[in-house]
T-cell receptor, first 116, second 109 residues
Framework: EAQVTQNPRYLITVTGKKLTVTCSQN?????MSWYRQDPGLGLRQIYY???????DKGDVPEGYKVSRKEKRNFPLILESPSPNQTSLYFC???????????????FGPGTRLTVT | GIQVEQSPPDLILQEGANSTLRCNFS?????LQWFHQNPWGQLINLFY???GTKQNGRLSATTVATERYSLLYISSSQTTDSGVYFC???????????FGRGTSLIVHP
């Protein structure tokens, strides 16, 4: 089954304790991205990756890191989480992001993160 | 950057009713997608529709790119249609999609 998976689905942690949220897709997609969703602010992109070893900042990258060492995986790293990073996080992938029209994004199930 | 406005922000329907959701955008786009976020938070693709009309069962969508809007039609609504509907667009030269704030739909039995 074609899918985007994220782990963990729920996480409660404390300020400053490094954490990683994993994301994996099995569709051989080139483009992957991370979003956070907050009430009243909607979905905002954190980072995206056009392909292996190619990443770039989205709208709200502060406090986050990413890496793309393999095509299928795109982990999100919070090196020193703070309470303002409490949010619902989504990973997404698409075949590519070019003008060919294959932009259709597929989302993972979401990770609900609480930082106390 | 591009602005995306969705209307109405909230919608309450009785089961069986029809509805139209609108997405206006401030610049030309080459990508537009409609999503449904169900009450459990899952984001589900509905349509990839930068232009033209598509239909999938009770749902259909039309994008008039030259006039900078897209419409999502829901016919014979069901309680399972409840949730938030988002449109997301990307304009030429940007790799970052912009999401609207969504339309929250509640369908009562």
């Amino acid at each position: 089954e074609a899918q985007v998976t994220q782990n963990p689905r729920y996480l409660i942690t404390v300020t400053g304790k490094k954490l990683t949220v994993t994301c994996s897709q099995n569709m051989n997609h080139e483009y992957m991205s991370w979003y956070r969703q907050d009430p009243g602010l909607g979905l905002r992109q954190i980072y995206y990756s056009m392909n292996v070893e190619v990443t770039d900042k989205g709208d709200v990258p502060e406090g986050y890191k990413v890496s793309r060492k393999e095509k299928r995986n795109f982990p999100l790293i919070l090196e020193s989480p703070s309470p303002n990073q409490t949010s619902l996080y989504f990973c997404a992938s698409s075949l590519d992001f070019g003008g060919s029209g294959t932009y259709e994004q597929y989302f993972g199930p979401g990770t609900r993160l609480t930082v106390t | 950057g591009i602005q995306v406005e969705q209307s109405p922000p909230d919608l309450i329907l009785q089961e069986g009713a029809n509805s139209t959701l609108r997405c206006n955008f401030s610049d030309s786009v080459n990508n537009l997608q409609w999503f449904h976020q169900n009450p459990w938070g899952q984001l589900i693709n509905l349509f990839y529709i930068p232009s033209g009309t598509k239909q999938n069962g009770r749902l259909s969508a039309t994008t008039v790119a030259t006039e900078r809007y897209s419409l999502l039609y829901i016919s014979s609504s069901q309680t399972t249609d409840s949730g938030v509907y988002f449109c997301a667009v990307r304009s030429g030269g940007s790799y970052i999609p912009t999401f609207g704030r969504g339309t929250s739909l509640i369908v009562h039995p």
